[in-house]
């Protein structure tokens, strides 16, 4: 069993920033990558950053450019730097490793 705490997010006005986090309660990067998704209102989860053991990324084309993710396997935690936020980046964003998943932070960017 894996648990995964998500912690970083806020109300934030557009143009601006906020860093999220994501502590593993155990070692992860198996074979499996540590992913961010984000729900927004009254629309499905989707994808938005994904990391491997080897640092290798992959993101979604909306969010490209604008948010960074990164990973510190000694302290179990990964992170995603949200940069030049945008109204549209207003969602539930939720950790990802495997079948795990974590209970989500609000992120609310203002116009």
């Known amino acids: 069993q894996v648990q995964l705490v998500e912690s970083g997010g806020g109300l934030v006005q557009a143009g601006g920033s906020l860093r999220l986090s994501c502590q593993a309660s155990r070692s992860f990067f198996s074979s499996s990558s540590m992913k961010w998704y984000r729900q927004g209102p009254g629309k499905e989860r989707e994808f938005v950053a994904s990391i491997v053991r080897s640092g290798t990324t992959n993101y979604a084309d909306s969010v490209k450019g604008r948010f960074t993710i990164s990973r510190d396997i000694s302290k179990r935690m990964v992170y995603l730097q949200m940069n030049r936020l945008e109204p549209k980046d207003t969602a539930v964003y939720y950790c990802?490793?495997?079948?795990?998943w974590g209970q989500g932070t609000q992120v609310t960017v203002s116009s």
């Open positions: 990802n490793w495997d079948v795990y």
